[in-house]
Antibody, heavy 119, light 107 residues
Framework: EVQLVESGGGLLKPGGSLRLSCAASGFTFSDYGMNWVRQAPGKGLEFVSSISGTSKSIYYGDSMKGRFVISRDNAKNSLYLQMKSLRAEDTAVYYCTRGGLVPPAFDYWGQGTVVTVSS | DIQMTQSPSSLSASVGDRVTITCRASQSINNYLNWYQQHPGKAPKLLIY???SLQSGVPSRFSGSGSGTDFSLTISGLQPEDFATYYC?????????FGPGTTVEIK
């Protein structure tokens, strides 16, 4: 059974930094691209970042460029999102998702981890 | 960047109704269009990928169609568990943009 379990969320002040983690199981992690998607309270889904299985291809949503860094450790079956210079508008549930090419969609989602940025 | 729009933003329907939600891309995305369902407080769930392919385990009352810039999701015979928010997503570019969502509410 595919499982994605996020951790690392919390409450922090504007300008702070945070590292999110996603522990994957139930599939060959290195075979899949992985992604982060976020959802602000009461809002829709927003693509944050994606990384290929080999880490050679990395993409970011426009509002995340230069502040967020995605990475993965295939030996640990783990995905990460390092976030810095956090703003109130980064407050959201952050979801870890699997997928990319076959099918060309996000076929599994974690339960999400909450990040709150507030003074 | 490709922008995605959806209509309507919300709709009210009854159990058993046939419901159609539309999604439009700002430029052609061929058939690189996915649909997700999200219940309140839950993670989204993939329903349809590549515009019309049903994800494994998804009931056949869900169907998708379209290509280019215009797409639709149809639920034939709405069930109580189908009241949720639906999002489209383009997978034509690596920015994976989502539409703003359509909430299906109980009439």
């Amino acid at each position: 059974e595919v499982q994605l379990v996020e951790s690392g969320g919390g409450l922090l002040k504007p300008g702070g930094s945070l590292r999110l983690s996603c522990a994957a199981s139930g599939f060959t992690f290195s075979d899949y691209g992985m992604n982060w998607v976020r959802q602000a309270p009461g809002k829709g889904l927003e693509f944050v970042s994606s990384i290929s299985g080999t880490s050679k291809s990395i993409y970011y949503g426009d509002s995340m460029k230069g502040r967020f860094v995605i990475s993965r450790d295939n030996a640990k079956n783990s995905l990460y999102l390092q976030m810095k210079s956090l703003r109130a508008e980064d407050t959201a549930v952050y979801y870890c998702t699997r997928g990319g090419l076959v099918p060309p969609a996000f076929d599994y989602w974690g339960q999400g981890t909450v990040v709150t940025v507030s003074s | 960047d490709i922008q995605m729009t959806q209509s309507p933003s919300s709709l009210s329907a009854s159990v058993g109704d046939r419901v159609t939600i539309t999604c439009r891309a700002s430029q052609s995305i061929n058939n690189y269009l996915n649909w997700y369902q999200q219940h309140p407080g839950k993670a989204p769930k993939l329903l349809i990928y590549a515009a019309s392919s049903l994800q494994s385990g998804v009931p056949s009352r869900f169907s998708g169609s379209g290509s280019g810039t215009d797409f639709s999701l149809t639920i034939s015979g709405l069930q109580p568990e189908d009241f949720a928010t639906y999002y489209c997503q383009q997978s034509y570019t690596t920015l994976w943009a989502f539409g703003p969502g359509t909430t299906v509410e109980i009439k």
